[in-house]
């Protein structure tokens, strides 16, 4: 029969002294919500009996106001991330969140830096996919002396004060899609880089890894001048169709950002698929179909269910003065080919 954990097991599990989890438990005298988060989710990991009573004292506190600012309303990623943090917030443990979804359809930074002070207003802490400029990055530093953390989500800024980052690692995404390109064509070649935006700095991070693994590993391809395509549709069909009619062999291509839709309808269009090695990010049912056809050989989709969990975390920790200084959360990207989707 396995012993019982004591309370001296729990404090022991938590980093606090027994009389630091006395006052946790019977609320003898004030005790920072950060160690009582951390009682609390000792108390889960070794099964201490009152567990469920710390998770219920702490559900009963004042709900916490965090504010997601995303982009593209109508963009299915965005929808699909949006329903992710929702998910999330409602799965916090040990706090209760009551989250704000924003959306911005004009990517201008200006119009972004005036939405995050108005999300700051109401909101106890921000999480915002925006563009590095000095516009964003001093909205995030006002929050930030007033005590709102905010953190960059998908895409780092530059803002000195932020809270810290969560995201794919732009580096190995950038190295394992230049792997990809290299290893699967089928003879050297001009290969193609399409980024939506180098104010991504996810996307100028990935564009010169890309870059680079090329001049460590394989320079024998010939990597030609990046095109902007501003997260536009219309902007990447019409770049994908100029590369596939001017620059024959075009042995591979490779789209950093957004636009996904129209490189693909490009490459079906030219019937390119089979002919050079196509590669994108994140797995909706295009890009699934895409890879199902043989258009696209390899999508790199970011782990949205992961990302949103850390993001509601992060901010929980940030909110509850357990994390100072700046958090950075890597993740690794899921790779999809043909035969896993």
């Known amino acids: 029969m396995a012993k019982r954990a004591t309370i001296a097991d729990l404090a022991a599990a938590a980093g606090v002294s027994v009389a630091t989890v006395d006052r946790v438990l019977n609320r003898r005298l004030p005790v920072s919500e950060a160690t009582a988060l951390r ?9 201490y009996h009152a567990a469920g009573l710390l998770k219920q004292r702490l559900a009963e506190a ?14 299915e990623f965005y929808q699909t991330l949006a329903a992710e943090l929702a998910a999330a917030a409602k799965a916090a443990r040990f706090v209760r969140v009551k989250p704000q979804i924003v959306f911005v359809d004009e990517l201008v930074p200006s119009v972004i830096a005036a939405k995050i002070r108005e999300c700051g207003r109401t909101a106890d802490a921000l999480a915002v996919v925006a563009v590095d400029h000095p516009h964003v990055n001093q909205a995030i530093d006002e929050l930030a002396a007033k005590g709102k953390p905010t953190f960059a989500l998908l895409s780092d800024l530059s803002a000195p004060a932020r809270a810290g980052y969560i995201g794919v690692d732009g580096r190995k995404s950038g190295r394992t899609a230049a792997w990809a390109i290299s290893r699967l064509a089928k003879r050297p070649g001009k290969v193609a880089v399409l980024v939506g935006t180098h104010r991504y700095l ?44 001017k620059n024959e062999p075009l042995a591979g291509i490779y789209l950093a950002g957004g636009g996904v839709k129209g490189m693909i309808n490009a490459l079906r269009q030219e019937e390119a698929g089979g002919r050079l090695v196509a590669v994108c990010n994140e797995l909706l049912p295009f890009t699934k179909a895409a890879l199902i056809d043989g258009v696209v050989d390899l999508v790199l989709a970011t782990p949205l269910a992961t990302l949103a969990t850390r993001a509601v975390e992060a901010m929980a920790r940030a909110t509850s003065g357990e994390a100072p200084g700046m958090t950075q959360i890597l993740l690794a990207a899921e790779l999809y080919i043909s035969e896993n989707v």
């Open 202 to 245: 996810s996307q100028e991070l990935a564009e010169i890894s890309f870059r680079s693994y090329f001049r460590e590993h394989a320079p024998q391809f010939q990597l030609l001048e990046s095109i902007v395509d501003l997260e536009d549709h219309r902007i990447a069909f019409e770049a994908t169709i100029n590369l596939l009619t």
């Open 62 to 75: 004042p709900p916490r106001a965090f504010a997601f600012l995303l982009q593209k309303r109508r963009d």
């Open 39 to 47: 009682v609390a989710a000792a108390a889960e990991a070794v099964n």
